[in-house]
């Protein structure tokens, strides 16, 4: 990035999916680091027929990316909108949100190339993140060496949850081995534990959980702020059911489908990352918006719609039960992320199905995704909280810089 000299300084966040890329732009210099960026936006629908390009508060464009490497393209429109706003300001740092750090990264860590071949190894546990961060961690490294990188680890949060909850009940030798529960979207839930407090006060520092629902999905418990479990395990394959991916899985099944229907490694890899879930059981979407417009049809579409949206309830409820069970009662149940922050309907089902533990849900407050949606008489309280992994990661970098 053609980034010029000053002494004002700017950190850039980029969270880089399989078909989006996120940015977040904020100022170095103010302190502390403010949540709200100068300005983000992020490239959607890389790789498919229409990928448009938006910044907050503008509608978004259609861009053109080349089909042989579209999501190099996407980084390069990022790159040049960037440039274009930077009026003499230096980009000085970048912060990727990086999902895996296996065993070995538990804090932010400035990146160079031995880190990158390191990053590289954990690409199987969350390949539909894992390579495209590291595609623009190694672009920035060859063209701009000068600029600070910096990896914020989406397994760091989980980092303090016991040992029997890392554990898996493999042979022994698999766990010296490094094979174990790591949990994820940590910068999500690294948020949580900062604003949450700020909102809540106390209770959000006694039995929390935190329900990230997006197209990835989990949850994590919470004991003073600390992660104690979490749903997600030694991939982000693990847990509840999500947009394409199955979620907690007997592994039978999976020994079914290659030994018996004769599926190849890549072909399960497949099946269970991309095509299950939400779009495997409706056959309509991944995104549970479209699902629920046909939950009243009569047709088979209907049925699989109610079919899918009842399932993907019961996961969610059936986990939070058992993250009650390990923190002997709830007192703060928090919806984050896309669908979390945004599905009156999902939040209302998840909140009927809970009614066991005391939680009442205001059904005026959750329509307009208040940030509580739980009536005075509720034995729980239950908040709506947006997320903010951009500005985790953007203050762990400037961290980093001595600022």
């Known amino acids: 990035m053609s980034f010029s000299a000053t002494r004002h300084r700017l950190i850039l966040a980029l969270n880089c999916g399989s078909s989006s890329i996120k940015f977040a732009v904020f100022d170095a210099e103010a302190v502390p680091l403010p949540r709200k960026p100068?300005?983000?936006?992020?490239v959607e629908g890389i790789g498919g027929p229409e990928p448009d390009y938006g910044e907050t508060g503008s509608a978004p464009e259609p861009v053109t990316l080349d089909p042989a490497h579209p999501y190099r393209a996407a980084l390069q429109v990022i790159r040049e909108r960037i440039v274009a706003r930077l009026n003499g300001r230096e980009i000085v740092a970048v912060a990727h949100r990086v999902v895996h750090g296996g065993s070995k990264y538990f804090e932010a860590t400035r990146l160079d190339q031995h880190v990158l071949a390191d990053l590289k190894s954990y690409v199987p546990l969350a390949p539909l993140h894992q390579p495209f961060a590291l595609e623009a961690i190694e672009i920035l490294l060859r063209e701009r060496p000068d600029i600070v990188q910096v990896a914020c680890f989406d397994t760091s949060f989980h980092h303090t949850?016991?040992?029997?909850?890392?554990?898996l009940p493999l042979p022994y030798a698999a766990w010296e081995r490094g094979l174990r529960r790591y949990g994820f979207h940590g910068l999500s839930y690294a948020y949580m534990a900062t604003a949450l407090p700020e909102r809540h006060g106390d209770i959000a520092r006694g039995r929390t959980i935190v329900a990230h629902l997006g197209s990835g999905a989990s949850l994590c418990a919470m004991r003073d702020l600390?992660?104690?479990a979490t749903t997600m395990g030694f991939s982000a394959l693990d847990g509840l059911m999500m947009g394409t991916r199955t979620g907690s899985l007997d592994p039978g099944a999976v020994i079914y489908l290659m030994e018996i229907e004769k599926l190849s490694l890549e072909e399960v890899g497949q099946v269970l990352y991309r095509q299950s879930g939400l779009l495997g059981v409706s056959g309509i979407s991944a995104d549970p918006r479209a699902i629920i417009e046909h939950e009243q049809d009569?047709?088979?579409?209907?049925e699989r719609a109610r079919i899918a949206l009842d399932l993907?309830?019961?996961?969610?409820?059936?986990?939070i039960?058992?993250?009650?069970?390990?923190l002997g009662g709830l007192d703060l149940l928090a919806f984050t992320a896309g669908i979390g922050e945004h599905s009156t309907y999902l939040r209302r089902r998840i909140c009927a199905d809970l009614a066991f533990l005391g939680v009442k849900l205001d059904e005026e407050s959750n329509a307009s995704n208040a940030p509580v949606i739980s009536t005075n008489e509720s034995l729980?309280?239950?908040a709506v909280e947006p997320t903010n992994e951009e500005w985790i990661a953007a203050d762990c970098a400037r961290s980093l810089l001595g600022a």
Do not use: H
């Open 38 to 42: 100068l300005w983000n936006g992020k």
């Open 161 to 167: 949850i016991p040992q029997v909850e890392q554990m």
């Open 226 to 228: 600390q992660s104690v």
């Open 298 to 302: 009569t047709d088979e579409r209907g």
């Open 312 to 319: 993907y309830v019961r996961r969610i409820v059936r986990e």
């Open 321 to 326: 039960g058992a993250l009650v069970a390990v």
């Open 380 to 382: 729980v309280t239950v």
